[in-house]
Nanobody, 120 residues
Framework: QVQLVESGGGLVQPGGSLRLSCAAS????????MGWYRQTPGEQRELVAS???????NYADSVKGRFTISKDNVKNTVYLQMNSLKREDTAEYSC??????????????WGQGTQVTVSS
């Protein structure tokens, strides 16, 4: 019932920047939390950053000071601004959004994933 569409991934040189977007659509009543995760082949998916309905943010230690998560409540969209990118940031990034539908059921939806490659 909730679809997430991600955009913004790609190839960037070390030290460069990218901005990921994830827009949610569907019968959404409220959004409780939004987050970005990443995964590399053979590794577990890890939380990169999250933001609550109230705007409280949380970051993985490896991205603190370089990445910023933000949201647009009107557009039901979450962003991840990634600066000073490093080769080790290369991964598939996926967004996750949790909330409630119009019929009061809870939802927990994932985006399709977008590849970020940091390479010279």
């Amino acid at each position: 019932q909730v679809q997430l569409v991600e955009s913004g991934g790609g190839l960037v040189q070390p030290g460069g920047s990218l901005r990921l977007s994830c827009a949610a659509s569907g019968s959404i009543f409220s959004i409780h939390a939004m987050g970005w995760y990443r995964q590399t082949p053979g590794e577990q998916r890890e939380l990169v950053a999250s933001i609550t309905r109230g705007g409280k943010t949380n970051y993985a230690d490896s991205v603190k000071g370089r990445f910023t998560i933000s949201k647009d409540n009107v557009k039901n969209t979450v962003y991840l601004q990634m600066n000073s990118l490093k080769r080790e940031d290369t991964a598939e990034y996926s967004c996750n959004i949790r909330g409630a539908l119009m019929d009061s059921r809870l939802f927990d939806s994932w985006g399709q994933g977008t590849q970020v490659t940091v390479s010279s």
